[in-house]
């Protein structure tokens, strides 16, 4: 447990002296290899602007749309899909084609059609998230050992009831691992998306610093993406210590 | 209305090509204790999902009255409901909330479990499991409970901590009951009545009635009569000298 704090500040720190020497020793140009210190203040100017606090609630309101509006269709789709093989057959191979197609293809057409903002880079979002969290849901409701349908046959429940009190809570766990890995997904696709259909947000950001040739703010803003990223998955692993899902990681 | 609460009439039953049960005649009355024991793979887990309407007999009849409810070979409890709310669900027909949470802190009381209310079934060892299982089917209205192998995979002494629980608790509120067990221990221990199967293609090869009284106990010379009785027909060992078993000994008799 206490190697935890250890060894992960050890690992950041060997990093952060790298590059202090690294760019003491001058072996890059510092256009394109900015000192620590030049990043820090960087740092420092830009937490006092408001372009800088604005981009991340920018970001952060489209991963939240984009990813909330998968996560609600796509759970009961799945439980639907799961129970039900001529569905399963019927729309499965579509589903595949789509999860296998890069969001960044759709792009174009994000453009095309909702122009320039919130709206593509949350359709983007939704098409990157959508189709594998359907996936994971089938399979998941696969995996529900027979002997629970049973009883809940035994003891009465039916319909929609048996979707609610056995398929969902049965494969929750399952569907929730496949949520953490969604969401860091979305936080991927966000930043593409800024970059090339949006006026602000972290990802456009990102392009700005570039266009500007300020490395150091290019640096500030992926230190940013890196740790926003890293604390939404730590919000998201908050979703297995509920109670109710402890049982599908414990053993 | 006559006091039969299952009647198998004849059933013949197949896997594809693989006969499995033939020719079987088998009825139960109300409240009766009856043990199918056989050689492995002879078919009683079968016959259990003809009983319970999972499968369908390809020739014959199965008429079953009421209402039935299965302890599983492996855990059935919801891993994601307490103890609890499992035994709850047993509950589901007593639409009184306050009356449904009384008895299932009764059925707590009576299986030992107490302190374990909001345990989930991960935090419980697989004795304990195994009795919240039997909590959940004994609570409520059931005709017919159907048990298929409910003491495998534990050790000696809770086995027999459960066996003991279930005759208590049977005493309290009499249920049919049907066991299917490769326990033959077990078997004459409980029942009323124990059946033993044939290989497979299963059918009834012999039968036992055990009028004994209860609380039995394990080392009573006439259960270990019977169970070696019953061992001869099962073809795994000699059979005894049948003539030195007593019948209508004591308060007891085998027939």
Redesign the interface.
Known sequence: MKKKYVLAPAVALSILSLWLALSALHIFPEAAFPSPQKVASGFQSELQTRQFYSDVAASLFRVASGFSLAVLLSIPTGLWLGHCPRARVALLPTINFFRSLSPLAWIPFAILWFGIGDPPAIFLIFTATFFPLVLATVAAVANIPSVYFKVAREYGLEGLKVLAQISFPASLPQIITAIRVAGGVAWLVVVAAEMIAGRDGLGFAIWDARNGLRADLLVCRMITIGVIGATLDLLLLQLTRMRRVRWGYDQ | MTSKLLSIDSVHFSYGALQVLRHLDLEVERDEFVSLVGPSGCGKTTLLSLI?G?HKPGRGEVRRRGS???V?Q???L???LTAAENIS??L??LSDRKQRCQRVNEMLLLTNLAGFSDH???QLSGGMRRRVELARVLAGETDLLLMDEPFSGLDYLTRHGLKTELERLLALKPRTVLLVTHDIEDAVYLSDRVIVLSNRPATIKYEMRLQLERPRRPADPLLLEAKERILSHLDLQEPGPLASIAVGQRAGSLV
């Open positions: 319970s999972h039935m409810r299965m599983y492996i855990d059935s919801l891993p994601w669900l047993g589901r027909a989930f079934p991960h």
